[in-house]
C-alpha cells in the first residue's frame, strides 16, 4: 500500500488533462502493484539469509543501472527541446546571463513563459516576437537572446536582426544527440562564450532549419534523378523526412516517387503525411493520396480521402477545390458528399 500511496502522489501536482492524469495515475500505481506483488511472493520463496543478500544485492544493482541509464546513457540518446538548451546554458555559469527567449507570437508550443519561471535559476524575459524592434531592444539590453529554428524558419530571426546590427554574433547551439539546436545572438563586444557544443556565425549565414534541410535534399535528390540513380534519390528525401514533422514539399516528393515505382503502401504514409501538413487544405495532397490508396487497391480509403477532402473545402468556401473532388469521387462511383 505504502508503494501505491507514493505512486500515486505525483498525480496530485499538475496534473491538468487526461493523458496526464493516464500517465501519473494509471501507470505508476499498476506497476506499484506489481512490483509489490512481485517482492512478496519473493519475500515467501526465499528463506534462507544467502538468497536475501543475492536478492538485496540484485536490487541494488538493478536500481543502480537505473540511474546509470537515466544520468549517462538517456542524455545521449534522446534530444531535448531547443527551450532545454537554452535554459540550461543561461544557468551554465556562476553569474547569470542576462538573456530573453524570443517565442512565437501567434501560440506559445514550447510553454516558455511556464518553463522560465520555474525552471532555471537565472531569471530569463520571453518576449513574443511580433516585429523585430522588440527583438532588438531585447538585444541592445541583455547578454543575449535565444529562439528556436521553428521561428527562425516562419520569421527569419537572425536576418531581421543582422538588418539592425550588422556587427552582431550569432550561434548555433546544440544538445549531444544533435537531433535539435537553438539559436543566439550577442552584440559585438559582449563577453559570452557558449557551454554548449556550438557553431559561430557571421551576419548573413544561412542558419539550419527544417525548411533548409528539406531545400538541400531535394536539390540534392533531383541530382541523383537527373543521373538516373532513382533508389539513392528516395533514399536521401526519406532521411530526411523523417527527422522532420511539417515539411510537406519532402512528403508530397517521396508520395510521387514511391507511387510512380509502385511502393504504393509507403507512398500513401507519405501522401498522409503531406495532407496533415497543410491541414487538408492542399488540394494536390489530397488528390495524390487518394490516387496512392486507389492504386494500392483500397478504394473505400481512397473514397474516404476525397470525401474528407471536399467536406473540408466545401466548410473553407474553397469552390474550385471542391468541385476538383467531388468529379474525383464521380469517377471512382461515390456519392459527393453534400454537407459540410
Known amino acids: 500500500m505504502l508503494l501505491v500511496i507514493l505512486a500515486l502522489l505525483p498525480g496530485l501536482v499538475a496534473s491538468y488533462d487526461r493523458p496526464s492524469l493516464t500517465r501519473a495515475l494509471c501507470a505508476p500505481a499498476m506497476i506499484a502493484l506489481v512490483a509489490a506483488f512481485g517482492f512478496a511472493r519473493l519475500h ?3 528463506s534462507s539469509v544467502r538468497a536475501q543478500m543475492a536478492g538485496a544485492f540484485f536490487a541494488a544493482a538493478i536500481a543502480a543501472s537505473g540511474i546509470w541509464v537515466v544520468e549517462a546513457i538517456q542524455p545521449r540518446t534522446l534530444p531535448v527541446s531547443s527551450l532545454t538548451i537554452a535554459l540550461a546554458e543561461v544557468d551554465a555559469g556562476d553569474e547569470c546571463l ?62 531581421r536582426l543582422c538588418a539592425a546590427l550588422p556587427d552582431m554574433q550569432l550561434w548555433t547551439l546544440r544538445e549531444p544527440t544533435h537531433r535539435t539546436w537553438v539559436f543566439a545572438a550577442a552584440q559585438h563586444g559582449r563577453r559570452w562564450n557558449p557551454r554548449a557544443e556550438a557553431e559561430r556565425h557571421a551576419c548573413g549565414a544561412t542558419l539550419v532549419t527544417d525548411a533548409t534541410r528539406a531545400e538541400t535534399a531535394l536539390a540534392a535528390a533531383a541530382e541523383l534523378r537527373a543521373q538516373g540513380d532513382v533508389e539513392r534519390a528516395i533514399e536521401r528525401v526519406r532521411a530526411t523526412a523523417r527527422t522532420t514533422f511539417t515539411q510537406a514539399p519532402l512528403y508530397l516528393d517521396l508520395a510521387v516517387t514511391l507511387c510512380a515505382e509502385g511502393a504504393h503502401g509507403e507512398g500513401a504514409y507519405w501522401g498522409r503525411r503531406a495532407v496533415l501538413s497543410h491541414d487538408w487544405r492542399d488540394l494536390d495532397s489530397i488528390r495524390l493520396l487518394a490516387y496512392c490508396e486507389r492504386s494500392a487497391g483500397d478504394l473505400e480509403a481512397a473514397r474516404a480521402v476525397l470525401d474528407r477532402g471536399l467536406r473540408e473545402a466545401r466548410a473553407g468556401g474553397r469552390t474550385q477545390a471542391a468541385e476538383q473532388l467531388a468529379a474525383d469521387l464521380g469517377q471512382l462511383g461515390a456519392v459527393p458528399a453534400t454537407g459540410p
Not at 117 to 140: E, K
Open 44 to 46: 515467501r520463496s526465499v
Open 98 to 159: 542576462a538573456a530573453t527567449w524570443l517565442r512565437d507570437a501567434r501560440i506559445d508550443i514550447q510553454a516558455a513563459d511556464f518553463f522560465v519561471r520555474h525552471v532555471p535559476r537565472c531569471a530569463v524575459d520571453v518576449v513574443p516576437f511580433v516585429d523585430r524592434d522588440a527583438a532588438v531592444a531585447a538585444l541592445r539590453a541583455d547578454d543575449v537572446v535565444f529562439w528556436n529554428p521553428g521561428l527562425e524558419e516562419s520569421a527569419a530571426v537572425g536576418r
